[in-house]
């Protein structure tokens, strides 16, 4: 029993949700966790020896921590109505939809139980420390240590667009401007300085419906001080001090980091206009695509292709094209930015329907260097497959050529052959 690594584990998440006063919603939860273990560590120092001697107890022990929380939020809506006796205008309307949303959780320090912690001497200079009577075991027990009591605040944006439709008969239709747009932060209610936690800034939207565009970024509402410089002047060390920036003079805070992503993936049905990606839904299920909406010669269109599904031949040769660039900046306090700008490009063409090309590569601004690089090609061979890899240059230059067979069951059974940047008379292909 001293050797057994046993022990039992409850959790219990208690959560709900409430309206109140009609237009808030209260989300109040509760969590309890508690472990039962058939022993526990005792710790004696020995001064002879300057050692601490562990010994295991046998009984019934348990561990236990909670942990309370809730959170209060609403929606608030504005709409701003352009001219309304102008029906022809295409920008009919701007909605803007704000959701705040506040919240407390709570959690006590339990560290001071005997019955978790034990204090003891550690060393010949007569130090002492809290050890944990549970140390190590397994499952492990609940974390006791550390009071927290937070107050959580975010307040998250919505931006749409009500625009005219393409055609007379056809209603105003809603597009979104700006997806998202969120602020928020902590206030730690038990900590004795710089209670108040870093602003983060989150923006997403989408672009002509191809563009991804994502935006985080980080606020730091705190001043520095310089505490060591130098001959340039530039700091080398410095101490973050418990003063606002704003009462420094100094603005809200430091924009200490930022990301920006943008992204797109492209294939043939990108650039279809809507007739193109009418005909390729019937062609793929034509008795749902016939009746929705479609003028009286796209329906005869799709008619005779539902009607000769086998007789449609599509000319598009299936591509992929991935483009995403990432802008990063940061900064602390004084210290010198960094910033980085990297655009990756990746991709892959059918020749055939046997045969694959895909590529991957990019450019690193800030370093003027191209990024990893390399090439793939696949054949198809039935029940086999051919890989060819191929990292035309960089320091992990490399090729590896297979044949292999595609059941998982028989992933073993290949042939290959390889050359990479340890073989000393490797050049290239």
Known sequence: MQNARIGIVHRIPISTSAKIFRYFSLNPGLSYDEAWYPKRLTYTYLPEQKAVQVDTTLGFYRVYSYSASANLTTRIYGTFIFNRKNKDRYLQAIR??????????????????????????????????????FANFDPGPPAVTGESGIVNFSLNNVFEAK?????????????????NLSIGGSYNLVSDSLRLSNIFIQ????????????????????????????????????????RFALAEGIGIGQLQSFNIALSASLTPKTFQNSAQKKADAARQNPQETLGRGISEGEEAQLQAIANNP?????????????????????????????????????????????????????????????????????????CWEMVFNWTPFGAFRSYNFEIRVKSSILQDLKISRRRSFFDRDFIGF
């Open 96 to 133: 803007h939809t704000m959701i705040p949303t506040i919240g407390l959780s709570f959690k006590p320090d339990l560290s001071g139980s005997p019955n978790f912690f034990q204090e003891i001497q550690v060393d010949s200079t007569g130090r002492r420390a809290k050890v944990s009577r």
């Open 163 to 179: 625009v005219r439709g393409r055609s007379d008969s056809a209603e105003s239709r809603k597009i979104p401007l700006l997806e």
């Open 203 to 242: 923006a997403r939207t989408r672009f002509l419906n191809i563009i991804n565009f994502n935006f985080t970024g980080n606020l730091d509402p705190y001043s520095y001080r310089i505490l060591e410089a130098n001959a340039q002047g530039e700091a080398t060390r410095q101490v973050r001090v418990n």
């Open 310 to 382: 086998n007789e449609y031949v599509d000319f598009e040769i299936p591509w992929t094209l991935n483009l995403s660039f990432n802008m990063s900046y940061n900064k602390t306090g004084f210290f010198k930015s960094v910033f980085s700008q990297v655009l990756s490009v990746s991709g892959d063409l059918s020749l055939t329907e046997t045969w694959k090309v895909g590529f991957r590569t990019g450019y690193d601004f800030g370093q003027k260097t191209v990024a990893f690089t390399s090439i793939d090609i696949l054949k198809d061979l039935h």
